[in-house]
């Protein structure tokens, strides 16, 4: 069965500082990888995917992620964070199977604070 | 592009009663759509798949009486909770994979049920 698995509930983080928020994912053929923010209240951004090909994938808002298929984890990085940065970040898995894409399996997701 | 929109995006309703939700890919034909369930500072859980003229597949612990999805057009599919309790209270969101890539989820903007 397919997993993910977010370690940080919380994490907190200066302005400006760097920031990496850790996935591990279990998937039992090749997966899709996704990362996701939302705000109190509010639907799910795509920050970025990644289907094939180049392992660093860029994304909007500065955000980066790096897929590493030897650690089966797909971990996400901002250089210099912004207050408005402050959200729930979720990393997500899925994949095809048959003729079409499968439902996602989202980790538990990593509340981020940004200090003044 | 690829823009999913949901019907209400708030619903308060009687403990008993029968609730609506809709989800429509609003600029592209989605043969498959999917339904999540988030409780509050939860992670988002899928619900069931939904294929256009076909039966919803539902994960397993979801009750298929209570959830009825209909997935009726290429635009259009609607989860109906039948005799809402409070415990039914969530945020349900809905995504379309965008046919016939079908490899990346556009969500909508949630609904979020409350019964009484």
């Known amino acids: 069965a397919q997993s993910v698995t977010q370690p940080d509930i919380h994490i907190t983080v200066s302005e400006g500082a760097s920031l990496e928020l850790r996935c591990n994912y279990s998937?039992?053929?090749?997966?899709?990888l996704f990362w996701y923010v939302q705000s109190p209240g509010q639907g799910l951004q795509l920050l970025l995917k990644?289907?094939?090909?180049?392992?660093l994938v860029q994304g909007i808002k500065g955000f980066e992620a790096e897929f590493k298929r030897s650690q089966s984890s797909f971990n996400l990085r901002k250089p210099s964070v912004h207050w408005s940065d402050a959200a729930e970040y979720f990393c997500?898995?899925?994949?095809?199977?048959?003729?079409?894409?499968?439902?996602?399996?989202f980790g538990k997701g990593t509340h981020l604070i940004i200090q003044p | 592009g690829a823009v999913v929109s949901q019907h209400p995006s708030r619903v308060i309703c009687k403990s008993g009663t029968s609730v609506k939700i809709e989800c429509r890919s609003l600029d592209f034909q989605a043969t498959t759509m999917f339904w999540y369930r988030q409780f509050p500072k939860q992670s988002l859980m899928l619900m069931a798949t939904s294929n256009e003229g076909s039966k919803a597949t539902y994960e397993q612990g979801v009750e298929k009486d209570k959830f009825l999805i209909n997935h009726a057009s290429l635009t259009l599919s609607t989860l109906t909770v039948t005799s809402a309790h409070p415990e039914d209270s969530s945020f349900y969101i809905c995504s379309a994979a965008r046919d016939p890539l079908g490899d990346e989820q556009f969500f909508g903007p949630g609904t979020r049920l409350t019964v009484l």
């Open positions: 990644y289907f094939s090909g180049d392992t």
């Open positions: 997500a898995v899925g994949g095809r199977s048959g003729g079409g894409a499968d439902g996602l399996t």
């Open positions: 998937y039992g053929a090749t997966p899709y």
